[in-house]
C-alpha cells in the first residue's frame, strides 16, 4: 500500500509539472521558426559546428531573462510594457516600444518569407501563396478563430525533430561536438561572422519573447507559490528549444559545410535532411518551415500590438469590436498587410532577409535588457523576489558581447 501511494503521490507531482509547462516552453520552442531554422543552417553551412558554444552561453541568456520576464509577472501581475510606462515615463516607454515595433516588424516579415521560401521549394509562386495567406491570417486572427488551426501548425512544426534523427543517422564525431560546445573559438571578426553571431543571438532571446512571456503569465494568473513549477517551464522550455536548435546546427555542419555547401537559398538548406528523407527532403523540410512560419505569423502581430496598447493605455484585445479599438486593428491589420507586402518586392533574398532581421532583434535587444533589469533589480517593486548579483552580471555581460559585436560590425567599414 505503502509502494502505491508513493508511486501515486510521485505521478501526481509529474502531472503537476506537465500542467505548468506552456509559457516557457511554448516562447523558446517559438525559437526555432522559420528565422530560426534558416539562421542555424546559414550558421552550420558556413562555420560548420564554431556556434554551437555561442549557443551554450545564450541558453544560460534565455533562462535567466525569460526567467525575469516570468518573476516579473508572477510578482507584479502586470505586462512588461504596464511596468515601463510606469517607472520610466512617457518618452522611455515611446523608445522602448519603437524598438519593439521595429525588432517584431522584422521577425513579422521573416516569417512570410518563410512561406515563401517554403512554398517556392514546392513549386508554387510567392506572388500567389503570400496574398492568400495574409488575406487567410487577417481574418483568422480578426475573427480570434485560430486555435484550432494552432494545434494542427505545432504538429507540423514537429519536422524539427527530424533533423536529430538526420544527425543520429549522420554519426558525426561527438567529440568534436562536445569540444566545439565548450570551447569557445572565435574564426574572424569578419561582417559576415559578425552577422551570424548577433542572428543566433537575435533569433534565441527576441524582444517579443520577453514581452510575450510575461504576458501569459500575467493572464494565466500564475500565483507566487505556484512559481517554483513555473521557473522549472522556463528552464525546461530553453533547453529543449536549444537542443533542437543544437541539432540543426550539427546536421547542416555535418553534411553541407563538409561538402562545401553554403546556404543561401532554402533549397541548399533542405540538403541538411537527405540522410534522412532522400529525395523527400524538400518537402520534409517545406512542410516544418512552412507550418513554423504561419504559426509565428499568426502569433507575432499581436505579440507586437498588444504590448504597445498596453504601454499607451488604448483599448485592445479581439473581444473588442473594431469601432472601440480602431488602433489596435488598424495597428494589427498594417503589421500583417506591410510584412505581406515587403515579402512580394522582387528579387528579394528572402534567407538572407531572414537572416538580417535576427541580427537586428540582437542589436535592439539591449535596449529592452537595460529596462528590464532596472525593474528586476527594483525592491519596491519585487520586494524579496529581485535578481541575484549572478544574473545582472550575466545580462551585462550578454549586453556587452551583442554591443561590441554591432560597433565592431557598423564601424569596421569605415575604419577599413
Known amino acids: 500500500m505503502k509502494k502505491l501511494n508513493i508511486k501515486f503521490k510521485f505521478f501526481q507531482k509529474v502531472w503537476l509539472m506537465l500542467t505548468m509547462l506552456g509559457p516557457g516552453l511554448i516562447t523558446a520552442s517559438a525559437d526555432n521558426d522559420a528565422s530560426g531554422i534558416a539562421t542555424y543552417s546559414m550558421a552550420g553551412s558556413r562555420y560548420g559546428y564554431n556556434f554551437l558554444w555561442l549557443l551554450v552561453v545564450v541558453t544560460f541568456g534565455e533562462v535567466i531573462v525569460q526567467e525575469m520576464a516570468a518573476r516579473m509577472g508572477t510578482v507584479t501581475g502586470k505586462g512588461m510594457a504596464d511596468l515601463i510606462r510606469e517607472k520610466f515615463g512617457v518618452k522611455i516607454t515611446v523608445f522602448a516600444m519603437l524598438c519593439l515595433m521595429v525588432a517584431n516588424l522584422g521577425t513579422t516579415i521573416s516569417q512570410f518569407a518563410g512561406i ?9 509562386s510567392r506572388y500567389i501563396v503570400i496574398p492568400i495567406v ?21 504538429i507540423l512544426c514537429m519536422a524539427a525533430l527530424s533533423y536529430v534523427i538526420a544527425a543520429i543517422i549522420l554519426k558525426p564525431d561527438w567529440g568534436e561536438i562536445a569540444k566545439a560546445a565548450f570551447i569557445p573559438k572565435v574564426t574572424s571578426l569578419d561582417g559576415d561572422y559578425l552577422m551570424a553571431l548577433l542572428a543566433t543571438i537575435g533569433t534565441t532571446i ?3 519573447g520577453i514581452f510575450y512571456m510575461q504576458a501569459t503569465i500575467v493572464d494565466k494568473g500564475v500565483k507566487v507559490e505556484e512559481y517554483p513549477m513555473t521557473r522549472i517551464d522556463v ?11 543544437a541539432f540543426i546546427i550539427i546536421t547542416t555542419a555535418a553534411t553541407l559545410f563538409k561538402n562545401g555547401i553554403v546556404v543561401e537559398e532554402a533549397e541548399q538548406a533542405a540538403l541538411a535532411l537527405a540522410p534522412l528523407a532522400g529525395e523527400w527532403a524538400k518537402v520534409l523540410f517545406s512542410i516544418g518551415f512552412i507550418g513554423a512560419s504561419i504559426l509565428a ?16 493605455g488604448w483599448e485592445r484585445g479581439l473581444d473588442n469590436e473594431r469601432k472601440d479599438a ?10 500583417i498587410i506591410i510584412s505581406g507586402l515587403i515579402v512580394l518586392i522582387p528579387d528579394l533574398p528572402l534567407f538572407k532577409l531572414m537572416w538580417t532581421t535576427q541580427a537586428i532583434n540582437a542589436i535592439l535587444l539591449p535596449v529592452i535588457l537595460v529596462l528590464m533589469l532596472k525593474l528586476a533589480n527594483n525592491k519596491d517593486l519585487l520586494g524579496t523576489y529581485v535578481n541575484k548579483k549572478w544574473q545582472n552580471y550575466f545580462s551585462y555581460a550578454l549586453m556587452a558581447i551583442i554591443c561590441v559585436a554591432t560597433a565592431v560590425l557598423l564601424f569596421d567599414p569605415i575604419i577599413a
Not at 528552464?235 to 536548435?245: E, K, R
Not at 505569423?297 to 499607451?312: C, G, N, Q
Open 326 to 335: 480602431p488602433l489596435f486593428y488598424g495597428l494589427l491589420g498594417g503589421v
Open 116 to 124: 515563401a521560401a517554403g512554398a517556392e521549394l514546392l513549386g508554387l
Open 235 to 245: 528552464i525546461f522550455g530553453a533547453v529543449w528549444g536549444n537542443i533542437i536548435s
Open 134 to 154: 495574409v488575406f487567410v491570417l487577417f481574418l483568422l486572427i480578426m475573427k480570434g478563430s485560430y486555435k484550432g488551426i494552432e494545434k494542427i501548425l505545432i
Open 206 to 208: 527576441t524582444p517579443w
Open 297 to 312: 505569423a499568426m502569433v507575432l502581430p499581436l505579440s507586437t500590438v498588444y504590448p504597445i496598447a498596453e504601454a499607451f
